[in-house]
């Protein structure tokens, strides 16, 4: 281990014996045997590359916003992508992985640029919001990653590769990155022109809105992909009007109709104030967290006949 750990800070900061809850929006997870912070992505790369030859067990990490960490920790290393350079031309943003997706945000409306104005106040880095195709709405906008995304750049298998919008199997909160081993270096967006104070004006009111349904506890924001509508089983004329014109019905709406809005396992309960946070009270295990996924689920499908899929990343 002690070889290993000189040959890790070749390429960052190298925390051996890391806590994983420091590093996770839920405050939950035992320790990675090694935890190392890219800020390059020439470095990120060769890490990659000497992990994968040694047959190294990794793990790579954005914000930290959407994942659940085991409590036995990670036998392994755990990449912290901090990579935050930027290059604006015209009107393209190219991003790196590590960036602040409020930074995106911001650069976005200092160019007096728009098309990410739905993306504020939503936490996370560049990287994983690709990864999983973050989008919002809200009754005077909405979008998704893919909506102003031209390009993306990969590690792939030793190699970098730069992947257009098309090639990436964008899908509600899905991406090809979820289902292979690409890691997201950066992205490009291509934007258009807009106002900066009628920006500044909507994404101020989208953090306000967000924030009135936040709550003070630790947790990964919306835990559960909201419903297709095409999948509803049940008759859609009862739904509530705006669920229609979204074409989607929200988890946590649902959630709320089977009253478990307060259910409590352990340190993890669902939040009285959104049915679909799933908040860490204080010492909230994963098992806790997964017992109460477990109880949400199954009162679902028992009411309506859908299955809940999880938006977090759950790391076993």
């Known amino acids: 281990m002690e070889q290993l750990y000189k040959e890790l800070k070749n390429f960052g900061k190298v925390r051996p014996n890391a806590s994983l809850a420091k590093f996770s929006n839920f405050n939950i997870g035992g320790p990675a ?3 190392i912070e890219t800020t390059k992505t020439d470095t ?4 990659l590359n000497f992990l994968s030859g040694e047959g190294i067990e990794y793990l790579v990490l954005g914000g930290g916003s959407n994942v659940l960490f085991p409590d036995e920790g990670f036998r392994g290393a755990v990449i912290k992508i901090s990579n935050i350079k930027y290059q604006i031309s015209n009107l393209t943003i190219d991003a790196e992985a590590g960036m602040d997706l409020s930074k995106l945000v911001e650069l976005s409306i200092q160019n007096k640029f728009t098309g990410l104005e739905w993306a504020a106040g939503i936490p996370g880095s560049v990287g994983g919001a690709i990864r999983g195709n973050a989008g919002a709405h809200y009754a005077f906008t909405g ?3 893919k909506d102003t995304l031209e390009t993306v ?3 792939r298998d030793g190699e970098v590769v730069e992947l257009f919008r098309g090639e990436c199997e964008f899908g509600y909160r899905d991406s090809v990155f979820k289902h292979n081993t690409d890691v997201v270096l950066s992205g490009r967006f291509q934007l258009v022109i807009g106002g900066a104070k009628k920006s500044l004006e909507m994404t101020q009111k989208i953090v306000a ?4 349904k936040q709550d003070h506890h630790s947790s990964a924001g919306s835990f559960f992909k909201n419903i297709m509508l095409e999948k509803w089983p049940g008759d859609v004329a009862k739904l509530p009007e705006r669920f229609l014109n979204y074409k989607k019905i929200a988890a946590g709406w649902v ?3 089977v009253g478990l809005k307060g259910y409590r396992v352990g340190g993890a309960m669902v939040s009285p104030n959104h049915g679909n946070f ?3 009270l204080g010492g909230a295990t994963q098992a806790d967290v997964l017992g109460v996924v477990e109880k949400v689920t199954i009162e679902v499908y028992n009411r309506y006949g859908v299955e809940l899929e999880s938006e977090v990343q759950i790391v076993r």
């Not at 990120?44 to 890490?47: D, P, R, S, T, V």
């Not at 809105?209 to 009135?212: G, L, N, P, S, V």
């Open 33 to 35: 045997d090694f935890l």
């Open 44 to 47: 990120l790369i060769g890490l």
């Open 143 to 145: 979008g998704e990653m």
């Open 153 to 155: 750049s990969v590690w």
């Open 209 to 212: 809105e967000r924030q009135a």
């Open 255 to 257: 959630i709320e109709q």
């Open 278 to 280: 799933i908040i860490n």
